[in-house]
């Protein structure tokens, strides 16, 4: 009988960790907290595409709970999470930032796929994402009556992690703004 050696057996144990670990990581329900939460949101970009409304901080400031989107036509994730934002749309005012991208793509992929933004901004060059703590697009932040960010959510809006994590965190955002308009 050959002999197997223990050599042999090293990257099998090595490949069974490591899926062991990101199978872990990809079940963890947290998410890195936005160092803005509870705090007044940033300033926004002061552009926006041709043809749209101007995203401005008195928007922010107007009551009800609000999403802004940091996105782009060339990222994968946003346009998966895109009929999400369309139908949220029809809920409460999504305000998107376009970042990164080439004005007639977005326009294209707006004119295209539907345009949910009640008003946008560009950020050509990320400043704005960095001002806002963004890491990746997309990334959405719920927004209350007072223009201070209640929660941040990095990527896409679809699936398990919409229905199971921000679905609750936003509608207990609603929540909260009808009794404060309540008292």
């Not at 050599?7 to 670990?21: D, H, K, Q, S, T």
Request: charged fraction near 25%; hydrophobic fraction near 40%.
């Amino acid at each position: 009988m050959a002999r197997i050696s223990p050599v042999v057996l090293i990257p099998p144990v090595v490949f069974a960790g490591l899926a062991a670990m990101f199978l872990w990581g990809m079940g963890r329900d947290d998410q890195l907290p936005s160092a803005f939460q509870g705090r007044e949101a940033p300033a926004l970009p002061q552009t926006t595409l041709p043809g749209k409304e101007q995203l401005t901080d008195d928007m922010l400031r107007q009551p009800g709970v609000k999403l802004v989107n940091f996105w782009a036509s060339w990222c994968p994730p946003c346009r998966a999470e895109h009929p999400t934002l369309m139908q949220l749309a029809g809920e409460l005012p999504v305000y998107g930032i376009d970042l990164k991208d080439d004005p007639d793509d977005a326009l294209e992929f707006l004119a295209e796929d539907g345009d949910p933004f009640a008003a946008i901004a560009t950020d050509p060059k990320g400043r704005g994402a960095i001002d806002w703590g963004v890491t990746a697009p997309p990334e959405t932040f719920i927004v209350d009556g007072q223009g201070r960010i209640l929660h941040r959510h990095a990527g896409p809006l679809i699936r398990d992690d919409f229905e199971r994590r921000f679905l609750p965190i936003l509608q207990e955002a609603r929540d909260q703004q009808q009794l404060s308009v309540a008292d």
